[in-house]
């Protein structure tokens, strides 16, 4: 079912908030938290961030291809292969957040500016078919959200684990 205006508004809104969701979570995580695991085959921080970057330039190229390409096909990726593939602890917390804050500004400016059309047309998602605009909008504008909160409740079972309260 298509978003109303206010609906898609509003999703564009949190869209654009996220990323400052995102570092609100990351300052409550003390230094030595940030790569701590709540168990073997789950992300720390730093990791959730370094997939937040990657997340966050498939979504551009996403809703780029779903909007100006004829018959668009969105390609799914193997998101623990990557965090594992490319050592998210190894690269850098500050350009990954970087990378989120750009790619989701600069994103902000273009959805904001996409015609009613641009939101109903479909693509090919190699893993759940039929993919709209809107249901892009739908995914990301939630996408770092989720996010933080899975940092936060990291946070919660590290001191936890350190028989810390608060």
Known sequence: ??????????????????????????????????????????????????????????????IRYLVAETEPVIVGY???????????????????????????????ALIRRLPEAAWTRAGRHTESGRYTGEDWLRLYAEHLEVHARQIEGNVAQWRAAQGRVG
Not at 17 to 44: D, F, H, I, Q, Y
Not at 94 to 105: G, I, K, P, S, Y
């Open 1 to 62: 079912m298509a978003l109303a205006r206010a609906e898609r508004e509003a999703l564009i809104q949190r869209y654009a908030e996220g990323p400052a969701r995102l570092r609100a979570a990351l300052a409550t995580v003390p230094a030595a938290a940030l790569t701590w695991r709540p168990a073997p085959k789950e992300w720390s921080a730093h990791e959730i961030v370094c997939h937040c970057a990657d997340a966050e330039t498939n979504a551009y190229a996403r």
């Open 78 to 108: 193997q998101q623990a292969e990557w965090a594992a593939t490319f050592d998210y602890h190894g690269l850098p917390l500050e350009t990954a957040l970087a990378t989120v804050d750009a790619v989701r500004a600069h994103t902000t």
